[in-house]
């Protein structure tokens, strides 16, 4: 098999490109099971309602409101969306998660597939399975940039800029900052915190809140990229789940590396052996749990 | 709510080796179980004979096991797959294709179970789940699965060689398939009875006093690991039987057998019925395929209202309706 080194360097952009996204998913998903004690299933459904957000707003909501010439730009939607995805998240982990805290794990996981289910099925009523092009992309990001060594298109290297951005910013807030201490502080024992006076239920709907809105943003990131479509999510989960259980869900610097690296070994396998390309990372993460059963940063 | 069991574990083992068995209720459930085709459409009946044989297998683990497997279907699919392939490309008798699916899943069960008890409570979940991704894939992929039309056309084959189970027999004005009925309402009470024998069994009694505290089972001396791996094979073996005898049934090994929909429905029959209950799943299973078949014609809608169940049952109805009823008939005595 002949493979040329520039196949080999535009997959492992395009591997780091969807390894951001899987940082940015698990990065949440290990916020939120640090601070709720919920493995958050519903997390690829608030990436896919980010980039339904962004596509609606672009596509619809204009055709909807009677003013054919209304598209909400992408610059927009990037603020819009994951705001109000997120307060969708705040209403659910009020009015459902808040009741689940003091039972088992396990129901968090359930209740929050449900309403994955629920999302999934709603969008696939009134949306194409097959999915939809999002035609919203900025100018300022349309075509290519030479790198040097190749010429990668201008919006991928946007997104995976600030994907890292995001990453790194919620890695600061939580590490560095005093609101991120008493996380922290929630996280390792929400009794002790809410004695010395933090609001640990106000922290639990923040967390929430932020994690959710993380996600949306990375949908709305995802839209111009991938076809929009109500399955987007679930698929992408999963993944998530293997990273998360690959890298360990204690720490967040290790969900940012993980999920960038596995999303470039993804892409090398692409090249070299395409029909692995669906299963490495699951492969991976049966190796890792034989090899390490606690995760590669996990403190089990 | 189960802190008595552990108490009366050591006595539990002893007495469970020596219990008698009361037959009548196994009696009764058969000729219960013989009279439906009469009223009930007879492979509907089956499928639900199926999915019922499905959800007790995955109660033996998480009922009672306390093991949260988010990836059973590829059990029951990939059973599936296996015995219909061997049905339809080797020439095997109904019999042999489903002993031959039911070991390829209990085979698979040792390998993921090998991986996945390394961890436990929610990371469990979702090894299993990605576990079972891998064999979603290779179903995709695999030359013999049939890719997105599935393993069609499964003969139903003459049993033991013998017994042709295609064949119907004249009933009043209909033409109903008794002949594969009560082969499969056979197969699968025997199911039904193996896994009812191992909870009753001091294995049993020991996975449930993992359940409770499995720290205490290690210091009483328990190798609480292989019995948690032997839980594992033999849920997945009895999934994988389900599964094969629904690839009879149906005459069809299909993606979504193996799909985490699937996977995800039958943590929902156990719940809706009761998990760590022996007749709960049952009732869970019967209750969503109804559901299943009474929404069909409202397309994607069903997913919805499935999630909405889900979320219902989490929210209020956490015991499951045969948990509720159990509850409630010990606190009024």
């Known amino acids: 098999m002949e493979v040329s080194l520039q196949a080999v360097l535009s997959q492992v952009m395009l591997g780091l490109n969807n390894g951001a996204f899987y940082a940015l998913l698990s990065l949440g998903l290990a916020v939120i099971f640090g601070m709720l004690n919920v493995v958050n299933f519903a997390h690829g459904a608030f990436y896919m ?18 003013d054919e010439g209304l598209h909400v730009s ?11 995805v997120g307060l969708l998240g705040v209403i659910i982990e009020r009015v459902m998660l808040s009741r689940l805290y003091r039972f088992d794990h396990l129901y968090g996981l359930l209740l929050t597939f ?31 940039i030479n790198l040097g060594f190749m010429f990668f298109p201008k919006y991928r290297l946007f997104s995976i800029v600030l994907s890292l951005v995001v990453c790194f910013g919620v890695w600061w807030l939580i590490e560095r900052t005093r609101l991120g201490a008493y996380l922290r502080a929630g996280t390792e024992n929400p009794d002790v915190a809410r004695a010395f ?16 809105a993380v996600a949306a943003l990375a949908g709305v990131v995802a839209a111009p990229i991938y076809s929009v479509s109500p ?53 991976l993460m049966a190796l890792v749990l034989l090899w390490r059963p606690a995760g590669l940063f996990g403190k089990e | 709510m189960h802190a008595n069991d552990f108490n009366e574990t050591a006595a539990g083992v002893a007495r469970a080796a020596q219990r008698r068995t009361n037959y009548l209720p196994w009696v009764i459930t058969f000729a219960v179980g013989a009279l439906v085709p009469f009223g009930v459409y007879p492979v509907f009946a089956m499928e639900l004979l199926c999915f019922a044989l499905f959800a007790c297998a995955f109660n033996l683990l998480q009922g009672f096991g306390g093991l949260l497997s988010f990836g059973h279907a590829a059990f029951f699919g990939g059973a599936a797959y296996v015995a219909g392939y061997a049905m339809k490309e080797w020439g095997l008798t109904p019999e042999l294709g489903l002993l031959v699916g039911t070991l390829s899943a209990a085979l698979l069960g040792l390998v993921f179970g090998f991986v996945a008890i390394r961890r436990q409570g929610i990371y469990f979940a979702m090894v299993t789940l990605a576990l079972a991704q891998i064999v979603f894939f290779l179903c995709v992929e695999a030359p013999f ?36 009925y009560y082969f499969v309402l056979v197969v699968t009470m025997a199911g039904y009875w193996l896994i009812w024998r191992l909870v009753n069994s001091p294995f049993g009694t020991v996975l449930k006093a993992i359940r409770e505290n499995e ?14 791996l032997f839980a594992f094979v033999l849920s997945a073996a009895l999934a994988g039987l389900a599964g094969s005898t629904k690839a009879l049934v149906m005459g069809l090994a299909s993606l979504t057998d193996v799909s985490w929909h699937t996977s995800g429905e039958v943590v929902l029959m156990t719940l809706m019925g009761g998990m760590g209950t022996l007749a709960g799943p049952v009732v869970g299973a019967i209750t969503i ?30 015991r499951g309706i045969v948990g509720e009823l159990a509850h409630r008939f010990k606190k009024s005595f």
């Not at chain 2, 328990?222 to 948690?228: C, F, L, M, P, S």
């Open chain 1, 49 to 66: 309602l980010g980039a339904f957000g962004a596509l609606i707003g672009y596509e619809y909501l204009g055709h909807w409101l009677g």
């Open chain 1, 74 to 84: 992408f610059w927009l939607a990037l603020v819009l969306v994951p705001l109000v």
């Open chain 1, 114 to 144: 449900g309403l994955a289910l629920m999302f999934e099925g709603l969008f696939t009523n009134y949306f194409n399975v097959a999915g939809e092009p999002y035609n919203g992309k900025p100018e300022l990001l349309e075509g290519a």
């Open chain 1, 197 to 212: 006076g933090i609001d640990v239920p106000l922290l639990r709907t923040l967390t929430y809140f932020m994690g959710v």
């Open chain 1, 231 to 283: 399955n987007m999510g679930a698929d992408l989960i999963i993944i998530v789940f293997a990273v998360v259980v690959i890298g360990g869900m204690g720490s967040i610097m290790g969900a940012i590396v993980t999920g960038l690296a596995l999303g470039l070994i993804e892409g090398v396998v692409k090249v070299f052996y395409p029909p692995l390309a669906n299963t490495v990372i699951f492969i």
């Open chain 2, 145 to 180: 699965t049939g890719g997105e039309d599935g393993l069609q056309g499964i003969p139903k084959g003459h049993l033991f060689g013998l017994l042709d189970l295609s064949t119907t027999m004249q009933v009043g004005e209909q033409q109903l398939p008794l002949r594969l």
């Open chain 2, 215 to 228: 720290p205490r089972a290690v210091s009483l001396g328990y190798a609480t690991e292989r019995y948690k």
């Open chain 2, 289 to 318: 395929r109804v559901l299943h078949s009474e929404l069909a014609s409202f397309g994607s809608w069903v997913t919805v209202i499935i999630g909405f169940v889900f979320v219902l049952c989490v929210l209020t109805f956490r």
